[in-house]
């Protein structure tokens, strides 16, 4: 009979661990949360000091009569669920449903952690157990009772106002509002023109010609604009038969240190980037890669860290450990004094570590024939940047070349930049995306020497025009949630999932848009609640949370200062939407098929026509709203559709006869300059052409 109960969270894990206890250890599973607040009411006891109200989560009386016969089997009883804010509130759970928390079951239970799914670190574990971290626990249920009350308060304004089965989310607004704010920036961006030139060169000795970049007038000493092509041709004209020469050369060594291992949100970037999957695709994966995969020879392990992480530190065996593979596998001249800590204005939760393999010395190569090809690559990206942190920097020596050509009137200067590699470091196993300090850098033959004539090949000027912000993808929304302090490693992957299911946001080619509806969502909240879509009061409320994990704050504390403030916030709402008209509109429309008049409703994918005599007549049509302007092509009615996903755009309604359409909104006004049609981004009003490029302000 065994003597010890474990209990983790999820049953992948259970196989593997009791492999690494043995016969005297029964291993079983919660399946994640086994108690949670009731869904049919908010659950949280407003008059009572906000006591909330747990229950059984419905399916789990089974399996919790079963955990409760094996522990009373059990001589010692460990918690084992996951080591963050999370799992100990799962553990806590189970030590309630259980009945562990009774006094006659004093010293019998205890909680462990442990950041991978190894044999010496779950032996290690049990070795030193603890007691729940109760400020843990509080944290989290501080986290729990702040999003039910902002889901149980607001959702129901939603259905009123837009249409049932809509959710108001703590953390999912603002970053619903983070990407509509995103899209008002680059709907107001007015693209403006410069220009740049080259000078092809020959340097003596040497046959691949140069490029060099125009910088300015040598007398004023700084960056020149070229704004116009008249400006680039003056320039050009003043250049006609110049004699280049090159008037200073400067060498410097260059050193590009070596990448910090991941957290949970720039793996999420990277993989984004490199392997192109979603935060949640790579959150499942890697949630497989620790808890366990079967490798061949070694049986069932886990082969990566815990994946929900805001640290960067590394223990000291896996120090050791990658010190001693990279002086054996490169020489000990690419070991580097560990970069350590990311520099970063939130607390980071310091027991944790750095997602990292468990076993350096087990190459993705080696166990490559063991994984999924999706395992695989994402095996490989942890690996080798964990790899690549443990390693020197790269060097390289930089040239900086100033070329003076003496034109008709004035002296300009041309700059070249070129590098050579010198000790590749880290760059040996790991390069991530195009290091942005060598942008521009071109490699060299012979460098030229200062004094030396340059032979003049070509020069050419090129037109450009400045560009907006580019659209959140996943990837830069969790990088810029991070920076805000907006959520934590384990809420960044559920919120984007979650504004994508409720078709608040599509993603087209990587891109974050609104839809429709999630332009209403957006408005509204920003409207009714504004501190809660509030960038910097919901980063301060996590870093209200985090005291609340550290102990120097009462979690009940953050809960009565929330609530009267939300409690206000919804009754104001309440009463002015009490006020909006609420009835479906009515259209001159005429049903097809009996004749009443349709009118617009709100559907999963926006607005649509449907007959009012549903169900006996159950007619719909696509609704599109005319913008009261002509279309430039062919004069029929320009009206607001979407693309399949729901983003919305401006088009002809004699689609596919005339193929017209814009991202922005077309304006009534003609352009003054050239008579064609003028677009509204933002405050200002824009001509279409680019070419023409006029601009003014916008009536409001």
């Known amino acids: 009979m065994a003597k010890c109960l474990v209990i983790v969270e999820s049953p992948a894990k259970v196989k593997t661990i009791k492999k690494f206890l043995g016969s005297n250890y029964e291993v079983a599973a919660s399946n994640g949360h086994v108690r949670d607040l009731p869904k049919s009411q908010m659950g949280i006891d407003l ?19 079963s955990l409760r016969k094996l522990a009373k089997k059990a001589d010692k009883i460990y918690l084992a669920t996951d080591p963050d804010r999370e799992g100990e509130a799962i553990s806590w759970h189970l030590s309630a449903a259980l009945g562990l928390d009774r006094e006659e079951n004093a010293g019998r239970t205890s909680r462990i952690t442990f950041n991978e799914i190894t044999k010496s670190a779950v032996k290690e574990s049990l070795r030193h157990p603890r007691e729940i971290d ?91 604009e070229i704004h116009t092509e008249e400006e680039a041709k003056s320039i050009a004209g003043d250049l006609d038969g110049a004699v280049y020469r090159v008037d200073s050369v400067k060498t410097s060594e260059r050193i590009r240190r070596s990448p910090l291992p991941f957290t949970t949100s720039t793996l999420q970037q990277e993989a984004s980037s490199t392997l192109n999957f979603s935060t949640q695709k790579t959150m499942r994966i890697a949630q497989q890669l620790y808890e366990g995969v079967d490798i061949k020879g070694s049986g069932t392990i886990g082969i990566i860290t815990y994946l929900r992480t805001d640290s960067t530190r590394v223990s000291d065996e896996a120090e050791a450990s990658a010190a001693a593979y990279i002086s054996e596998k490169y020489g000990s001249e690419y070991l580097h004094e560990p970069n350590t800590a990311a520099k970063s204005g939130k607390k980071i939760q310091d027991a944790h570590e750095a997602i990292r393999p468990t076993d350096i010395t087990r190459t993705p190569a080696e166990i490559k024939d063991s994984l999924t090809r999706d395992q695989y690559r994402l095996y490989q990206l942890i690996w080798r940047r964990f790899a690549a942190s443990r390693m020197a920097p790269a060097r390289s020596m930089s040239t900086q070349i100033r070329i003076a050509a003496k034109g008709i009137k004035e002296e300009h200067i041309f700059t070249l930049s ?71 490693p384990s809420t960044y992957a559920p919120t984007i999932t979650t504004i994508l299911a409720r078709r608040y946001i599509v993603k087209e080619d990587k891109n974050l848009y609104l839809t429709e509806l999630g332009e209403v969502v957006n408005n509204m909240m920003k409207d009714a609640f504004p501190t809660i879509v509030d960038l910097n009061f919901t980063a301060n409320l996590e870093s209200l949370l985090d005291g609340v994990a550290e102990g120097s704050v009462k979690w009940k504390t953050v809960i009565e200062n929330f609530y009267p403030d939300l409690d206000s916030a919804v009754k104001k709402a309440e009463k ?28 999963q994918h926006g607005k649509f026509l449907a007959c009012p005599g549903f169900p006996e007549c159950r007619n719909t049509l696509p609704y599109y709203e005319s913008i009261g302007v002509a279309c ?31 991202w922005q909104k077309p304006s009534a006004k003609k352009c003054p300059q050239c008579g064609g049609m003028m677009l509204e981004k933002g405050r200002k009003l824009v001509c279409m052409d680019q070419e023409c490029g006029y601009v003014e302000d916008r009536d409001e």
């Open 576 to 603: 002015e939407l009490a006020e909006v008209r609420l009835a479906d509109e009515e259209t001159d429309v005429v049903c097809e098929n009996c004749g009443r008049k349709m009118v617009i409703k709100y559907g």
């Open 47 to 65: 008059e009572n000091d906000y006591e909330p109200k747990y229950i059984t989560i419905r399916g789990k009386g089974e399996l919790l009569a």
């Open 632 to 662: 430039p092509k062919c004069g029929r009615d320009i009206v607001v559709k979407k693309t399949r996903k729901g983003r919305r755009y401006y088009g002809c309604a004699g689609n596919p006869e005339c193929d017209f359409m814009s």
């Open 418 to 488: 070129a590098s050579k590699p010198v000790f590749d470091g880290f760059l040996a196993v790991y390069s991530d995306e195009e290091d942005p300090e060598a942008a521009g850098f071109v490699s060299l033959g012979r460098i030229p020497e200062e004094g030396d004539e340059l032979r003049f090949l070509d020069l050419h000027f090129d037109q450009h025009f400045t560009q907006s912000a580019p659209h959140y993808t996943e990837a830069t929304l969790v990088r810029a949630m991070e920076e805000q302090g907006i959520g934590r």
């Open 134 to 224: 109760m400020n843990l626990v509080d944290a989290q249920q501080a986290r729990r009772v702040l999003d039910r009350m902002v889901g149980y308060r607001i959702s129901p304004l939603l259905w009123a106002k837009v249409k049932r089965g809509l959710s108001a989310g703590r953390v999912q607004s603002v970053a619903l509002r983070m990407i509509g704010d995103r899209e008002d920036e680059i709907n107001a961006f007015i693209p403006e023109e410069y220009w740049t030139m080259d000078a092809v060169l020959s340097a003596p000795g040497d046959k691949k010609p140069l490029t060099a970049h125009y910088y300015g007038l040598k007398k004023q000493g700084k960056k020149a």
